[in-house]
């Protein structure tokens, strides 16, 4: 008897399957070793960090009564203002008709957890930007801390050491100094023809060679600033917000620009705060009014912007 593929057909698998899954790609978060977590937070969800200014110096004269000045103070308030559900089901049917059945709950809790802490994560790179008004440049003491990129919405190394300036004028300790930065940012810096050009720079030394990012962190330093990458900065709308310079705007509105952050992440001056009022908890059971199994992943936190002295927003058009 002669087999062949025409007599064969009913034989042969049209679609062969893997018995693995395909998985998306997934990248590295890091917001939350720039929170400061708070603890001794029994209950309720506010929670108030009275606050001191400094002292005030008089003239004195001999033989005249002093002056008395009291202290500013003031009352940082924090609220753990969110509270998430992520919740899949699968039916007793498809258990049984799936040959992925097993995997694929395997998957709900992890992929549950994930999307928890990827809310944390855009969140807390979100919160400088909380409350502040369009083409706003929140100068401290007259210097900004929030401007557009210094070439039409394009990152310069400038606009780097303008940041370092206004962290320092702010009082902010010059250690361990982080920028992170939408990946376009990267790829403008990569391509700056200023840095192409000049090789005997230690501050760029390795730079052409092999770019600037390895993972999620430069393998330069950009005017004392370790810069990371990431793709959950807070979007930027602004119509016409002022460059370095305080004159020249760029306009957001309608272009997809990026809040990128520069600060220290000195343990002492973390910018942000944050509470974890329930921690991702994991419900399971089986229902069987419905016939199936159902997995239930929730928390509550909070995050915020602590020391605006300790930030600078940079925004960049990723269309550029």
């Known amino acids: 008897m002669a087999m062949t593929t025409a007599n064969t057909t009913f034989l042969q698998r049209t679609n062969v399957y893997s018995a693995e899954l395909k998985e998306i790609l997934r990248d590295e978060m890091q917001a939350q070793r720039y929170v400061r977590m708070l603890d001794g937070f029994p209950d309720g969800n506010n929670f108030k960090i009275p606050s001191i200014g400094q002292a005030q110096v008089d003239n004195y004269s001999e033989d005249s009564a002093v002056t008395y000045r009291p ?8 609220t753990v203002d969110q509270y998430l559900s992520s919740a899949a089901y699968m039916t007793k049917q498809a258990e049984q008709d799936t040959f992925y059945a097993e995997e694929m709950m395997s998957r709900f809790v992890p992929e549950q957890e994930r999307a928890i802490m990827e809310h944390f994560e855009t969140t807390t790179f979100a919160a400088p930007e909380a409350g502040v008004s369009a083409n706003s440049q929140e100068a401290i003491d007259g210097i900004y801390h929030r401007m557009s990129g210094g070439n039409a919405g394009k990152i ?3 606009d780097f050491a303008y940041a370092r300036y206004s962290l320092k004028k702010a009082n902010v300790p010059d250690q361990m100094m982080v920028a992170i930065v939408d990946p376009s940012v990267e790829y403008t810096i990569n391509t700056l023809s200023n840095i192409a050009q000049v090789t005997n720079n230690p501050m760029f030394e390795g730079l052409v060679r092999d770019g600037i990012a390895t993972g999620m962190r430069f393998v330069a330093n950009v005017y004392g600033f370790d810069v990371y990458t990431s793709n959950y900065l807070a979007d930027v709308t602004d119509s016409a ?26 343990p002492t001056v973390n910018p942000f705060v944050g509470a974890w009022r329930q921690m991702p908890e994991v419900d399971y059971e089986y229902n069987k009014d419905f016939q199936r199994h159902e997995f239930v992943t929730t928390a509550r ?7 605006p002295e300790n930030m600078v927003v940079v ?5 550029v």
């Open 71 to 78: 202290l500013d103070t003031g009352e940082f308030t924090f």
């Open 156 to 158: 310069q190394v400038e």
């Open 241 to 266: 917000l002022p460059e370095r310079d305080g004159s020249t705007t760029n306009d957001f509105s309608s272009s997809a620009g990026k809040a990128n952050l520069f600060f220290s992440a000195s």
């Open 301 to 307: 936190y909070g995050v915020k912007l602590y020391r």
């Open 315 to 319: 925004a960049t058009d990723t269309d």
